[in-house]
């Protein structure tokens, strides 16, 4: 089975995106067949700075071996060094219906969020991101909740290519988990954590000490029992889905664990296991860190492999399409 996702190199990984899709990516590259790829011509769609943007680029690759990705066994590679990537997005644009982009959640809540910047990027992402995802003949992508709308997209652009132009991509399946697809802003559960708002989120090489201070200042309510409640209690359900991903342990039991206690304590235990959890990944990002070399060799080796596949899919797409 073909395993293919992305993360952009829009800033440092936080638990939402480590729970909801990277957690995922450290099972599936023990089973599957898996390509990772940093989304640098995503990020574009927000103005970067052009002199800090290949160092994050090269940290984000960092980050994700940091936090798990295994060289030997899936291949990583950043996006903007595959050419066919942009070559697909611009075909599958002849066959994207501008209304289908348009209502788009994230091109919504992003035109809003950036009201002076709204570019043509940002509702074409989702074409790019199908061009990500059927260039390498994917069979599944293990995302957030958030990416859903975007891979339903996926699926009909890729049923109309293979209707009008003869059957040349496989129709992939988005990989959502049941529990912490979405996990909530610490600041606020009713809004996802997110790289854009930096006060919601904890990041997976956060301090011990910044731990401890984002988990006992998380937002919950006024109630003192600790139960599963998103309606009710979203902030606690929220900390209960972020405990039941770190331990191992189902959501049931850490309530009955928590009967009769306080939020403060479901608190600062949480915050415990979360400084023992997160420091082998604060430890091998240090190590790489300083081995600059064997990072960018990885992303070599990801970027020839990467290569093959898109050109093999891209000489039929062109011949199915008519081009010279
Ligand atoms: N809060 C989240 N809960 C669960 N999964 C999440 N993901 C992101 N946030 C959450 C998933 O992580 C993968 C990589 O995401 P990304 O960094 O490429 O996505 P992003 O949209 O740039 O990151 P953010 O933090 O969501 O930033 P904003 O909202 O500012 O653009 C994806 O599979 C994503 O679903």
């Given at each position: 089975m073909r395993i293919l996702s992305g993360i952009q190199p829009t800033g440092s990984i936080h638990i939402g995106a480590y729970i909801g899709a990277i957690s995922q990516w450290r099972e599936l590259q023990k089973a599957g067949e898996c390509i990772f790829f940093i989304a640098d011509l995503h990020a574009l769609t927000i103005p970067q700075e052009a002199k800090d943007f290949p160092k994050q680029t090269l940290d984000t690759a960092i980050e994700l071996l940091a936090a798990g990705l295994d060289p030997e066994k899936c291949v990583i590679f950043i996006q903007?060094?595959?050419k066919e990537h942009a070559e697909l997005c611009w075909l599958l644009n002849t066959i994207t219906p501008i209304a289908e982009l348009e209502r788009m959640t994230q091109y919504k809540d992003k035109s809003k969020q950036f009201r002076k910047n709204i570019n043509a990027g940002l509702l074409n992402y989702p074409v790019l991101q199908a061009a990500d995802i059927l260039l390498y003949q994917t069979e599944s992508v293990p995302v957030g909740k958030d990416q859903q709308q975007h891979l339903e997209l996926t699926k009909t652009i890729a049923r109309k290519f293979n209707q009008r132009y003869g059957e040349t991509f496989k129709v992939p399946e988005a990989l959502i988990l049941?529990?912490?697809a979405k996990i909530m802003a610490l600041?606020?559960?009713?809004k996802k954590m997110s790289k854009?708002?930096?006060?919601?989120c904890l990041y997976i090489f956060d301090e011990p000490d910044a731990i401890k201070k984002k988990i006992m200042s998380a937002v919950t309510d006024t109630g003192k029992t600790v139960k599963?409640?998103?309606?009710?209690?979203p902030g606690i359900a929220n900390l209960l889905v972020i405990y039941s991903s770190f331990s191992g342990r189902p959501i049931k039991e850490i309530e009955k664990q928590f009967g009769g206690k306080g939020y403060a304590d479901l608190k600062k235990q949480l915050a415990e296991l979360l400084v023992i959890q997160l420091e082998p990944f604060r430890r091998k990002k240090k190590e790489l860190l300083a081995r600059e070399i064997y990072v960018k060799e990885i992303l070599e080796r990801g970027r020839k492999r990467a290569e093959t596949i898109a050109q093999t899919t891209m000489e039929e797409v062109r011949k199915k399409m008519g081009l010279f």
């Open positions: 903007s060094q595959i049941q529990e912490g600041s606020n559960p009713k854009s708002d930096p006060q919601s599963y409640d998103p309606v009710k209690k």
